[in-house]
């Protein structure tokens, strides 16, 4: 919920109310329903990040970031979904995973519509060879390889859903074999050999890889067994789509999203959660390696030998995506 910065005087009278009730209800609700702890949140995640951004050009200047060379194509790609806000979060995501990748991973960017040509230019200056993908770039695509009623739902959840574009958008290279999908709130500390396995394994596989979620995510969407009454198949509660290593989809993969997403309710496909339950039950039917516990889903207080943390959004855990991840990577604070 935002106030409203300006009031426009030409208004009529009615206009000139409704903003003026606007603006009191947000007031009551920074100062009498909570609000005001949202408003700190946000207020310190935007420090945060300009502080994130900041570091990043320092020490890019001080020559302890250096930018890392990736093929233009590979048979592995690093799939990150990101916005104009989660820029400087990206590129350390996607910096402390690469400089293992021994220049075998591709890192691909999926503008969710709001990236900047200075967001472009921010995430070359770090990976010059790094791919953008727009919404409008795969439309044509998806539109082509799903047309006709065989593909219904699953074109339609393209174009409804905030995850649709990276559901399939990931899947489209004509080279890749492997996707590796990675949130901008993924840092890794150590290099992740096991993970590299199964990138390498996923090549001769249908298994998915991700992080074990503790939390049953699950029942904030329907309880599991609604869920896999409906769909006709096991699901993965644990599954986190933070960081997961798929074998890129085929017809196979592409038809059982089609058969959950007409199972599914309406409600269902247009929940938040729809993307990573479809990637759950996709777990469930194909196959599931969950990596160790030293990658860990994030907490108020986190393992000092983590190989990776996902520092998931919310306010307990995100903060420290800052305030431990970035000060253990290059040992600088906030």
């Known amino acids: 919920m935002e106030p409203l910065k300006t009031m426009n005087t030409t208004d009529s009278p009615l206009n000139r109310l409704y903003t003026i009730r606007k603006q009191l209800g947000y007031a009551k609700y920074v100062l009498l329903d909570g609000g005001h702890r949202e408003v700190r949140y946000k207020w310190r995640l935007k420090r945060l990040n300009r502080w994130a951004g900041n570091l990043l050009d320092k020490l890019a200047s001080e020559g302890v970031l250096n930018p890392i060379d990736t093929p233009v194509e590979s048979d592995i790609e690093v799939q990150m979904l990101c916005g ?11 910096w402390s995973l690469l400089r293992w990748a021994d220049g075998k991973m591709t890192p691909v960017i999926q503008s969710d519509g709001s990236l900047t040509p200075e967001d472009v230019l921010r995430f070359r200056q770090f990976f010059p060879q790094v791919r953008f993908i727009r919404p409008e770039d795969v439309k044509p695509w998806v539109e082509q390889r799903f047309a006709g009623s065989e593909f219904e739902f699953l074109r ?3 174009g409804t859903h905030f995850f649709g574009p990276r559901l399939l958008a990931s899947h ?3 080279q890749a074999r492997v996707v590796v999908g990675l949130d901008s709130d993924v840092l890794f500390f150590d290099r992740p050999t096991e993970m590299i396995e199964q990138c390498a394994a996923a090549q001769n596989s249908r298994v998915v890889t991700s992080f074990r979620d503790e939390f049953d995510w699950v029942s904030v969407f329907a309880s599991v067994k609604e869920i896999e009454a409906r769909c006709g198949t096991r699901i993965e509660c644990g599954f986190n789509c933070g960081m997961v290593v798929i074998p890129k989809f085929g017809d196979e993969q592409f038809r059982f999203l089609e058969r959950m997403l007409r199972a599914y309710t309406p409600e269902w496909r247009a929940h938040y959660f729809a993307e990573q339950t479809l990637m759950a039950l996709m777990a469930g039917e194909f196959g599931w390696h969950p ?11 986190n393992s000092p030998d983590a190989i990776a943390i996902h520092y998931v959004s919310n306010q307990a855990v995100r903060p420290g995506f800052f305030s431990e991840g970035l000060p253990r990577l290059v040992g600088r604070r906030p």
Do not use: D, N, R
């Open 84 to 94: 104009h806000s989660h820029v400087a979060m990206g590129i350390w995501s996607l």
């Open 156 to 158: 339609s959840f393209f």
């Open 172 to 174: 489209m290279s004509e």
């Open 291 to 301: 990596l160790s516990p030293l990658y860990q889903i994030g907490q108020p207080t």
